[in-house]
């Protein structure tokens, strides 16, 4: 069936790369630092004596007696209305069957991760031990004063219906089993708009089912709900064609869809067939099966990783054939990570009874609505640039679309409340507006990145090449196909290295060491040639080259690279100097280093932390230019703060008044910039002060752009923030460089060098956002 979620990957066009994992990886992954995937964090202050009064004893019992006189009032005074429990007995985790509710724990936490990252909705997994119906359902009832909706997941069938059925009736909160519905609502938005596409009445068409699991039936009754006739469906299990007297294998689920049939394969089924949903196996149907249908025939091979029939086999069969799968590295990818997080989000908002069939119909019908839609740019960065537009290679939006929870929870939402099952009523104009300010894009900052990446292979020179995070990071670039990393080193130390580390996928890879490098004399030439007048002999010149962030930078400056990742293992200063000596900045800009800061819901720019150590107020002017292109690179229209301890004169001395110089110079220069100078933080950030008490700034919301007075200031506030506040960092992005370079923090981790290697490739393609 279709996946929960998987990143994009190259378009078909491109190789596409091996999606191996190593074992060492992933349980370091769950393994390292803070175990497993999620962690509860109080969202009160809990400083105080006062604080803890308030949290616990004495002060808790107002709300707790709140709440006996009005059990609704847990939405209030509790988290309820905002936590979702993802329950299972492990009986079927994703591929790997029946393998126990503690082995299936990894799958959950997972699945809270993606229903917090792509709609804000906090998770509890619960896993059960009980194989029992009724203990099972005892125990998930029992669940109900504490959370806002219940998520099943990984329960075979056929108990899966009889649970979910049950507890649906006798709880008061939403029940949805994701395994069912899930692929269902997805792909029945697929077969509304490929039935568009194919000219096809939902009424008139054959469809053949191949699969009778949980999912197979579940989205077959919901395509006989958006309108297909049962008597036009063909249900294909492992035993063959599901007619009507047969009793092998036969449950009463698999009873109800009975057909009146002389077919008893799936390739006699398929004949004249219009549709084929697959939620089944790898290889089920080969290309003269789907030869076999009618005209315009809808394929849906959703059975994960590998389908029914493979993408480039069903278009080789029939030219005319609509077809999705659950991979992304296919068009119309069927996603259930497009379904639940926003579903739930819906129903949750309007404190909903009950996930109805009118809730889902309205999902479905929202996200095939918005298929048709104009896809931003920012969507079509984050799959590589590739343009999407309605049609029969874009049938269902992509998984990295952020306007999905604006189309679908508002449609689920509206839908409870029009059924009856919501609780409270909204606003709907309101409520989008509120969707859009609490969403978080943390997870499109580096996805858009990683994808435009892959668009063309560049070579990334890594002078650090002996330290194992450099080869961790490099095989996962390789891997990814994010870049073809070069590592500088000694070459049988570091193959030694890679081999201990089972690193397979940096075989081959290319291994420098510059002191046996047949280059070095040629290297030294061009460095005494570029520095020559800079007090260097041609000695001074022989002895840099032998250090490796030199040579580096040579082979980047000569084109034989196509761009420079250093710093691991040095301060930022060292890491930097031959790579300013020896690249140099583009003509009439200056360096400068930017932070890009995640937060919860957004992210900030933060410059100059790196480089320049007391700009004046014109280099702060341009600095504060160069970072608002950045921004609007990631689709955030910049809003500039020129920092200071004074708020608009309030207090006397130079600093002040050079970040007035600065934003009067940024205004000269670029008046579409939002700029305001010089400001606090605290009412830059807080517009419930900015605009009451300094009604004529120019800030029209808060900032999110910090230009900082100086090197101190800069680069303690990012740190103070990473360090202390919690905040993602990503970079030090490097502007202003002739040539893609960029310096790591020292001693950062795997994922910070694989994340600025990739902004580095990036910046090799020619894209000239922010350099």
């Known amino acids: 069936m ?202 008139d068409v054959r469809v053949v089912v191949s699969g009778a699991g949980a999912s197979a039936i579940a989205c077959t009754k919901f395509y006989l709900t958006l309108g297909v ?17 047969r009793t092998e294998g036969m449950n009463e689920w698999k009873a109800e869809f009975a057909a009146d049939t002389k077919a008893r394969t799936l390739a006699d089924a398929l004949k004249g067939a219009d549709v084929l949903l697959g ?84 999902a479905a019908k929202a996200l095939a609505e918005l298929a048709k839609q104009d896809v931003p740019d920012s969507v079509s960065r984050a799959y590589a640039g590739e343009k999407f537009r309605f049609g029969r290679d874009y049938i269902i939006p992509k998984p ?113 060491d510059p002191m046996d490098s047949p280059e070095f004399a040629r290297y030294v030439a061009r460095y005494w040639e570029l520095r020559q007048r800079r007090g260097i002999t041609v000695e001074e010149a022989r002895r840099r080259i032998r250090t490796r962030n030199y040579f580096g930078a040579v082979m980047l400056e000569l084109g034989e690279v196509d761009g420079l990742v250093t710093g691991l293992t040095s301060g930022y200063a060292d890491a930097v100097r031959p790579s300013l000596e020896v690249v140099r900045t583009r003509a009439g800009k200056r360096a400068a280093g930017v932070y890009i800061v995640v937060t919860k819901h957004d992210f900030k720019f933060f410059a100059d932390c790196t480089v320049n150590i007391d700009p004046d107020a014109d280099e702060l002017a341009e600095i504060a230019i160069t970072t608002s292109d950045l921004a609007r690179y990631f689709e955030v229209t910049p809003r500039v703060a020129m920092l200071s301890y004074s708020t608009f004169g309030s207090a006397g001395g130079g600093s002040p008044q050079k970040m007035r110089d600065a934003a009067a110079l940024v205004r000269q220069r670029r008046p579409d910039l939002e700029v305001e100078g010089e400001i606090q933080v605290a009412i830059a950030t807080n517009g419930d002060v900015r605009v009451p008490e300094f009604p004529f700034s120019t800030l029209k919301e808060d900032a999110n752009v910090f230009v900082f007075p100086n090197l101190d200031s800069a680069n303690i506030a990012y740190q103070l923030l990473e360090n202390v506040g919690g905040a993602e960092v990503i970079g030090p992005v490097l502007l202003g460089m002739h040539k893609p370079v960029n310096c790591l923090q020292m001693g950062c981790s795997v994922q910070s060098i694989v994340n600025l290697a990739a902004i580095t490739a990036l910046r090799a393609q020619g894209d000239q956002f922010l350099f």
């Open 279 to 362: 939620c089944s196996t790898k290889g089920m149907v080969a290309q003269e099966m789907v030869r076999s249908m009618a005209k315009d025939p809808i394929v849906f091979a959703l059975a994960n990783p590998d389908p029914e029939i493979d993408y480039p086999e069903a278009k080789a069969a029939r030219e005319d054939v609509i077809m999705a799968t659950g991979r992304s590295d296919f068009p119309n990818q069927v996603n259930n990570v497009l379904g639940f997080p926003y579903i739930f989000r819906g129903a949750l908002d309007v404190r909903a009874k009950a996930i109805t069939e009118d809730m889902k119909m309205a």
């Open 2 to 203: 279709a996946s929960d979620f998987t990143p994009p990957q190259n378009p078909p066009s491109s190789p596409v790369p091996k999606k191996k994992i190593r074992r060492e990886d992933a349980l370091a992954y769950h393994s390292s630092g803070r175990r497993g995937k999620i962690e509860v964090v109080p969202t009160k202050p809990c400083a105080t004596a006062r604080d803890l009064a308030l949290a616990y004893s004495p002060g808790v019992a107002e709300p707790c007696l709140e709440i006996e006189k009005d059990p609704d009032a847990s939405y209030l005074y509790t988290a309820r209305g905002n936590l979702v429990a993802v329950v299972s007995n492990g009986t079927a985790v994703l591929g790997l069957g029946n393998i126990g509710p503690a082995a299936g724990k990894p799958v959950m936490e997972g699945k809270g991760v993606l229903f917090k990252k792509f709609a804000d909705v906090d998770v509890f997994d619960i896993n059960v031990d009980a194989l029992e119906i009724d203990k099972f359902c005892t125990v998930v009832k029992a669940l109900e004063p504490t959370f806002g909706g219940i998520n099943l997941e990984d329960i075979k069938a056929p108990e899966c219906f009889v649970i979910e059925a049950r507890l649906k009736k006798e709880m008061q909160i939403p029940v949805f089993h994701d395994d069912q519905h899930g692929t269902a609502i997805i792909s029945g938005a697929a077969l509304l708009n490929a039935l568009e596409l194919a000219g096809k009445k939902i009424g």
């Open 229 to 245: 006739r049962r008597e036009n469906v063909v249900m294909v299990d492992t035993k063959g064609v599901i007619y009507r007297g």
């Open 400 to 512: 990295l679309d952020p306007r999905v929870l604006l189309w679908v929870a508002p449609a689920v939402a509206q839908a409870a409340i029009d059924g009856g099952v919501a609780r409270v009523k909204l606003d709907m104009d309101e409520y989008r507006d509120r969707l859009r300010k609490m969403q978080s894009r943390s997870h499109q900052v580096m996805g858009s990145i990683f994808t435009k990446a892959k668009k063309k292979l560049a070579r990334i020179v890594f002078p650090e090449g002996h330290h194992p995070k450099i080869q961790q990071a490099a095989e996962i670039l390789r891997e990814e196909a994010i870049c073809e990393p070069v590592l500088l080193g000694p070459v049988e130390a570091i193959r030694r290295s890679i081999a201990d580390q089972r690193l397979d996928d940096l075989d081959g890879v290319t291994i420098i």
